[in-house]
């Protein structure tokens, strides 16, 4: 490899093909004249621009043609090809390697004569960029086959999108990442869109597997249903608010039956549509508050039987106390409004627990987030609820539905295949890394596949295959055909 | 082929009555094999002691409708002012130039490896071949030799014994008549012919140090082709000859009037640019030569006006 030309914070190299390069792969360029080496990641690798190849590209089809033959004493032909098959390396400076060490110095410019440049591990340099592994989650294998291993404290505190098009493999890396935090005593709640997490605690033949016992699935309306006690005033009025948009004047008149039946020791559902037939109000608030009783109502969310509810505090509790788990809030079988209203009462209780220190701190991973989190929520999830304790990892296939705002503030981003332009245009807005690396390496990685960005890896994008799961899988697309088709590619979950 | 091509000289036409001698021309398909040889040189470098150069030839021949090539080379030579005699005796070349000094005459040398290439290749070929027709690149003629020995002469003669027929195409022609060009002649006639250039019409002074060897026609094979040149060999009869320009109508492919048996082998002989990195890139690696870029003088004194010859 030569060192060709710099531009920027970009540089480009010229390979010959017998050089093992990949997309994503780091290099040194080690100047043994200033003791340094610049470090670069490649992220594109073109055709270099060997003069007359367009003729030799001509004349081509004819020489490969089996009728022809070279008499090629010397064997020059073979130089020649080798020329001409000749790449150009397009590579982003990283920092500068000086006696073993990781600078973030750019500045300087590496000889082109005196610079020798080899390929540096990936392995190597998440060695020396220092990612400790004191809480190791292996992800799966770099391009070089070498483990990536991540650990779980950069997962703390932070705030992780996971996002790539259908089937690329992201609830698969959730579900890996979940794991992995519930093995170190992590408690996590996972708002289950599609009902892909309810198996986590079976491998991939059904038998129960070593989180069987820490995985708890809550079917709302069925496992997971709650009194009004329970709730409480403050968690019932946001999700009036915010989730059936129940207006101020119809609020209030609520809140004052609430607190009506609440001193005489008959708060149920049923008293409440009692109190608001008698009621003294005018229609309009009257209609309204029963529009949004009776939806509470068909939630079948809410029930007067204690027996029948669940103590959610007690449980988010239980589960810090038995050393972690997973909660898997299964909203897949839910009409959209009963969704709001599940998820508004799960992030109030959170944060009321939080806030008066009943719980530690909780990793939330939500799929599709924008089909159940009301506008608020995202700037609240970003910048308040970081600071109480709720560490949020966003799924989604559709990368416009998460602010840029958010992505900015990401400390992680998982990047899984994309391939439309307006899909790259949004994710390389993540202010981990620059535009052109985000677009040339997502643009090309297979399924599976995914690039990581941010303080999991030192901010050194590493292109990562996911490692199998032997986990039951629950996410697969229900096909119509399927019966007939023989689905000889299984997803990596039930590779084992 | 370079070499071969300068060898045409500036020959003149006498008299203006050759019009009277076109003939239009009827393909005669009869699948006689079309077989063409080309040959290219160039520099590759210089060296503190000379020039460094490679020759590549090239056969191709049309067989049952499909061309088949074969290239011979590249082989590349180190030419300098101590080994030049050497190389040229060895060509059997050595009386038959001037010896200059200087990158001039290394260039000439070079020509010479490449028309010695091209040379023996043609000898292989019209020895192998047989009923075929032969086409090589540039003129029929050739420089007096003291030796006696033309290596020309002797493949025509090769060739006929095998009965074939050589016919040798030129892509640009100084043969003038009323001064015009010969070619311009024939430009105007719908459809393929032929115009027969006597030997009458050539003046004596243009063929000063050449010998013709052949038979001068001009041939646009294709109405909206281009007309050449062609030299065929003249120890044949006229019969023969204008039956030989039929019969590689009838059995190759044109392209703009230029027999394509002959554009490939002129396709596959030349270097390329990517040819000469790669060349380069093999002599750096086998005699551990390191290449640098020469300061081109030219360009750092006159800057963008620095365009134009190498010479002093």
């Not at chain 1, 991540?150 to 996002?163: E, F, H, Q, R, V």
């Not at chain 1, 669940?310 to 839910?334: C, H, K, P, R, Y």
């Amino acid at each position: 490899m030569r060192l060709y030309k710099k531009t920027g914070n970009t540089v480009h190299i010229i390979s010959f093909p017998d050089e093992d390069v990949e997309k994503g792969c780091y290099l040194a360029i080690e100047d043994k004249r200033a003791n340094k080496s610049m470090l670069v990641q490649v992220i594109d690798i073109q055709f270099a621009n060997v003069p007359g190849i367009m003729e030799e590209l001509l004349r081509e089809p004819l020489v490969n043609d089996p009728m022809g033959e070279d008499i090629d004493p010397l064997d020059i032909t073979s130089h020649i090809l080798y020329v001409q098959d000749a790449r150009l390396l397009i590579c982003k400076i990283h920092g500068t390697i000086k006696d073993g060490k990781l600078m973030s110095d750019r500045s300087w410019l590496p000889s082109r004569t005196h610079s020798a440049i080899h390929r540096l591990p990936i392995e190597k340099l998440m060695e020396i960029a220092g990612v400790a592994e004191s809480y190791p989650i292996t992800l799966g294998e770099t391009i070089e086959m070498s483990p990536l291993t991540i650990d779980a404290t950069s997962l703390d505190g932070k705030l992780n999108i996971i996002t790539g098009r259908k089937g690329a493999g992201k609830s698969h890396l959730s579900k890996l990442l979940v794991l992995g935090l519930v093995k170190y005593g992590a408690t996590v709640i996972i708002l289950d869109l599609n009902g892909e997490y309810k198996k986590l605690g079976l491998n991939s033949g059904g038998e129960r597997n070593e989180f069987y016992e820490r995985v708890h699935i809550l079917v709302p309306g069925e496992n997971f249903k709650v009194t009004l006690a329970q709730t409480g005033l403050p968690v019932m009025m946001k999700m009036l608010v915010h989730a059936l948009n129940l207006p101020g004047t119809s609020a209030r008149e609520f809140r004052h039956i609430w607190l009506f039946l609440e001193e005489r020791g008959m708060l149920s559902l049923r008293e409440i549509g009692e109190a608001i037939r008698r009621w003294q109000c005018n229609q309009p608030v009257k209609d309204a508050l029963y529009s949004r009783y009776y939806t509470l109502l068909h939630s079948s969310f809410f029930t007067d039987n204690p027996q029948e509810a669940i103590d959610f505090e007690t449980l988010l509790q239980s589960v810090e106390w038995e050393n972690g788990g997973a909660l898997v809030v299964d909203l897949s079988s839910l009409s959209s409004v009963d969704r709001l209203i599940v998820v508004e009462y799960i992030l109030a209780k959170i944060q009321e627990l939080l806030y008066q220190w009943k719980i530690r701190a909780v990793f939330l991973f939500a799929e599709e987030a924008h089909l159940y989190l009301r506008e608020t929520y995202w700037d609240d999830i970003v910048t308040r609820m970081r600071h109480f304790g709720i560490f949020t990892t966003f799924i989604t296939n559709q990368p416009n539905t998460i602010k840029e705002n958010i992505y900015r503030q990401a400390d992680n981003i998982f990047l899984f295949n994309f391939v439309n332009e307006h899909d790259l245009e949004v994710i390389s807005r993540a202010a981990k890394v620059d535009a052109e690396t985000t677009i040339s390496i997502v643009r090309d990685l297979p399924p599976h596949y995914c690039l990581v960005l941010g303080d999991a890896v030192r901010n050194f994008p590493v292109v990562v295959k996911v490692r199998p799961l032997n986990v039951k899988t629950m996410g697969e697309t229900r096909f119509f055909f399927a019966r007939d088709r023989k689905i000889e590619t299984a997803a990596p979950s039930c590779q084992q | 082929m370079e070499g071969v091509e300068e060898q045409e000289g500036a020959i003149e036409v006498c008299n203006g009555d050759s019009f009277s001698l076109i003939s239009p021309l009827e393909p005669i398909p009869d699948d006689s094999p079309v077989v063409a040889v080309d040959a290219s040189s160039i520099k590759v470098g210089e060296t503190e002691s000379g020039i460094i150069c490679a020759v590549r030839g090239a056969v191709v021949w049309d067989e049952r409708k499909c061309y088949r090539y074969l290239r011979i080379g590249p082989f590349p030579f180190h030419i300098t002012e101590e080994n030049r005699k050497k190389v040229l005796s060895v060509l059997g070349q050595s009386q038959s130039i001037i010896f200059n000094s200087g990158i001039q005459f290394l260039v000439e040398v070079q020509s010479r490896l490449c028309s010695a290439l091209e040379r023996w290749i043609q000898t292989a070929i019209s020895g192998s071949v047989s009923n075929g027709i032969i086409l090589l690149d540039g003129a029929l003629s050739s420089r007096f030799s003291n030796s006696g020995f033309n290596s020309l002469e002797q493949i025509l003669r090769k060739a006929r014994d095998n009965s074939n027929v050589v016919l040798s195409f030129s892509k640009t022609s100084t043969v003038r008549v009323l001064g015009r060009k010969i070619t311009d002649l024939i430009t105007g006639q719908s459809g393929p012919c032929l115009l027969e250039i006597n030997d009458g019409m050539l003046s004596a002074s243009s063929r000063n140090n050449m010998r013709l060897l052949g038979k001068v026609y001009v041939v646009k094979l294709n109405e909206r082709g281009y007309a050449f040149r062609v030299d065929v060999d003249g120890a044949l009869p006229r019969e023969i000859q204008v039956m030989a320009v039929q019969r590689l109508l009838g059995n190759d492919l044109t392209f703009q009037g230029y027999p394509e048996t002959l554009r490939l082998a002129h396709i596959f002989s030349t270097f390329t640019a990517s040819d000469v990195i790669g060349i380069q890139r093999f002599i750096a690696e086998e005699y551990g030569l390191k290449v640098v870029s020469w300061p081109d003088i030219r360009k750092a004194l006159f800057g963008p006006f620095g365009t134009g010859g190498t010479g002093d």
